[in-house]
């Protein structure tokens, strides 16, 4: 157990829809990172938030948005979803912004149908 | 933009012997170099890391190599054994700013056959 906790585990939805995706990060980190990882693809970088605070960002699209809240619990949010939005999310946490191990949950899975 | 080139995409060696997997990264303020390990249906986990400070790197079967002026990086895995079965991913991030983006690898999916 990594100690970063997503929900929903699973969640099925139909083209252009909105969801929201939840994270809590590990005790004591600040620092939460989403990824995409599509089928048999790698981990696509989306966004890096520090103590509230946007510090990366990636190939995110327009549609998606995240946030972080002064809880240090962060939402990923997927609007006007489409087929290919399908995929494995992960949040990960780190104790630093800017190095070491991420610390990664389970993941919360979007089927887009 | 930043990106990280893994080869093979897939790797399957018998029990015992020895799987390399190799990675080449674009960015050259990239000083962090992890790789992870992810099992079938379950979240991504650290087994190694190398910084640019140091060349090589092992913890007992596996260890992990960094030729920065090349801009390679590879991990090797020796007697390998069933439990090894997994995607393995490496990463390239720039460690020490007020920001972290570590990049990924497109994987590396090992079979070892018993």
């Known amino acids: 157990d990594s100690g970063v906790t997503q929900t929903p585990k699973h969640l099925i939805t139909a083209t252009g829809q909105r969801v929201t995706l939840r994270c809590s990060p590990r005790?004591?980190?600040?620092?939460v990172y989403w990824y995409q990882q599509s089928l048999d693809q790698g981990l696509q970088f989306l966004i890096q938030y520090y103590n509230g605070e946007e510090r990366a960002k990636g190939n995110i699209l327009e549609r998606f948005s995240a946030q972080q809240f002064p809880d240090l619990h962060s939402e990923l949010n997927l609007s006007s979803l489409e087929l290919g939005d399908s995929a494995l999310y992960f949040c990960?946490?780190?104790?630093?912004?800017?190095?070491?191990?991420?610390?990664f949950g389970e993941g919360s899975r979007l089927t887009v149908l | 933009g930043e990106n990280v080139e893994q080869h093979p995409s897939t790797l399957s060696v018998q029990e015992g012997d020895s799987a390399v997997i190799k990675c080449t990264y674009s960015?050259?303020?990239?000083?962090?170099f992890p790789w992870y390990k992810q099992e079938l249906g379950k979240r991504p986990q650290l087994i190694i890391d190398i910084r640019s400070n140091v060349g090589e790197k092992k913890d007992q079967r596996i260890a992990v190599t960094l030729n920065k002026t090349a801009k390679h990086f590879s991990l090797h895995i020796t007697e390998t054994q069933p439990e090894d079965s997994a995607v393995y991913f490496c990463a390239a991030g720039p460690e020490g700013d007020s920001s972290y983006k570590l990049i990924f690898g497109s994987g590396t999916r090992l079979l070892v056959r018993p």
């Open positions: 990960a946490s780190s104790g630093s912004p800017a190095g070491g191990e991420l610390f």
């Open positions: 960015d050259s303020a990239s000083n962090y």
């Open positions: 005790s004591g980190d600040l620092s």
